[in-house]
């Protein structure tokens, strides 16, 4: 079936402007999270929904950075005046309520 | 503090040989242990995963990892390497009761040759 997917896989924004970035969950899959991936690092958490409730913000960066998921399926996480320290591969999984979390291809945004 | 540890960022091996990537993990009580690889372009990949019981864990594509309580370790193996391997390969681990949190690794890189 369908994995996780995400969209767009590459943005490319100037220094200040707002984007967003989609994350279509697999169908059916109750939890939601957002993962960034600075080059050469390993994925750090941002943020977790349980459905369209936002349990877990705590990995946020600043108040620049906003998720949302309000029908308990897509996810959008939006980041405001975006700067380059921003630039990162930005991840998607969901999961089942005990189930292994599945990753999606990730977006990779340049801030330039 | 709380981490999770990948001491080596690169490995290169010849295919055919042997593997082990290290891992350790520094928290107060035994977290949830789990191994991903992500290959370029793609996203992560479960390889295998510990919560409890036999501390020997089978994966997929033939990797196992070890559990070791009084090294704070859970190492992956493979016996024999293959070209299709390469890619960077992810520690993580979930705290017990500790809600959903996934923490990762620094990662280490694999490269084989042939």
């Known amino acids: 079936g369908a994995g996780v997917s995400q969209s767009p896989r590459y943005k490319v924004a100037k220094r200040g402007q707002d984007v967003a970035l989609r994350c279509d969950p697999i169908s059916g899959h109750v939890s939601l999270f957002w993962y960034q991936q600075a080059l050469g690092q390993g994925p750090e958490f941002l943020t977790y929904f349980q459905n369209e409730a936002q349990l877990d913000k705590s990995g946020l960066p600043s108040d620049r950075f906003f998720a949302e998921r309000p029908e308990g399926s897509v996810s959008t996480l939006k980041i405001q005046r975006t700067q380059q320290e921003d630039s990162a591969v930005y991840l998607c999984?969901?999961?089942?309520?005990?189930?292994?979390?599945?990753f999606g291809p990730g977006t990779r945004l340049t801030v330039l | 503090a709380q981490s999770v540890t990948q001491p080596d960022i690169h490995i290169t091996v010849s295919e055919g040989a042997s593997l082990e990537l290290r891992c350790n993990y520094s928290?107060?009580?035994?977290?949830?242990l789990f191994w991903y690889v992500q290959s370029p372009g793609q996203g992560l990949q479960l390889l295998l995963k510990y919560f409890s019981g036999d501390t020997l864990v089978q994966g997929i594509k033939g990797f196992e990892a070890e559990f070791k309580r009084s090294q704070s370790s859970f190492n992956l193996r493979k016996p024999s390497v293959h070209w299709s391997d390469a890619a960077e390969y992810f520690c993580a681990v979930v705290l017990t009761g500790g809600g959903n949190k996934l923490t990762f690794g620094t990662g280490t890189q694999l490269k084989v040759e042939l």
């Open positions: 999984a969901s999961s089942a309520s005990s189930g292994d979390r599945d």
């Open positions: 928290y107060g009580a035994t977290p949830y």
